[in-house]
């Protein structure tokens, strides 16, 4: 079965600064694809970015980028020029190319400091 | 376009009772999705759909059953609740499952 891993249950940064969220996944499928989502204190989870495991060019939105490691089954998400809305639950999901389910992380909370 | 709604937002039971929660979506999206949120433990998957007059078990099915009547509607329901279903209950849709999932604002259930 596969298991998403996030290590960081928080991090912290400062507003301007550039900040990395880990998240590691586990399986033996070659297919599949990789989600961001945040989940503000509103409790709404929005799609921050999504990855295709077949595309080897790490996706990017604005100022959300990912660095994808498909051998290293890594999928970090790196927020750069960090806002004080960015303070938020942020969780790693992965979804088999041939499932309907996505499985989630246990999530990271950061906390952006003016 | 209200996207994904769930009503109630916010309930209390009392152990024993039964409840419905209703998730509709106005996307016309195929799939649709009951998540419940523990702390610590991320979003887990209860059942989902993926069109009219289907359901089928996630991860964590036991003690809640589902409807797909309507294609907009997916409701869960609660027969008998316990305090373990504590919890923020999601509704989510998705046009089919390679594509995202769009998420409901959420439905906080305590049983006491």
């Known amino acids: 079965a596969q298991t998403v891993t996030q290590s960081q249950p928080e991090m912290s940064v400062q507003e301007a600064e550039t900040v990395t969220l880990s998240c590691t996944y586990d399986?033996?499928?070659?297919?599949?694809?990789l989600f961001w989502y945040k989940q503000p204190p509103s409790r709404q989870m929005i799609l921050v970015i999504r990855?295709?495991?077949?595309?080897?060019q790490n996706a990017t939105e604005n100022r959300f980028s990912v660095n994808f490691q498909k051998a290293a089954k890594s999928f970090s998400l790196k927020i750069s020029d960090s806002q004080l809305g960015d303070a938020a639950m942020y969780f790693c999901?992965?979804?088999?190319?041939?499932?309907?389910?996505?499985?989630f992380g246990t999530g990271t909370r950061l906390q952006v400091f003016p | 376009n209200a996207g994904v709604t769930q009503t109630p937002k916010f309930r209390v039971l009392k152990t024993g009772q039964s409840m419905t929660l209703l998730c509709a979506q106005d996307?016309?999206?195929?799939?649709m999705y009951w998540y419940r949120q523990d702390p610590g433990m991320g979003l887990r998957l209860i059942h989902y759909s993926v069109g009219e007059g289907t359901t089928a078990k996630g991860e964590v099915p036991d003690g809640y059953n589902v409807s797909r009547l309507k294609k907009q509607n997916f409701l869960l329901g609660l027969e008998s609740a316990a305090p373990s279903q504590t919890s923020v209950y999601f509704c989510a849709s998705s046009p089919d499952g390679a594509y995202e999932q769009y998420f409901g604002p959420g439905t906080r259930l305590t049983v006491t």
């Open positions: 996307m016309n999206h195929e799939y």
């Open positions: 990855q295709e495991a077949y595309k080897q």
């Open positions: 399986t033996s499928e070659s297919d599949y694809y």
């Open positions: 999901a992965y979804r088999s190319w041939n499932t309907d389910k996505l499985i």
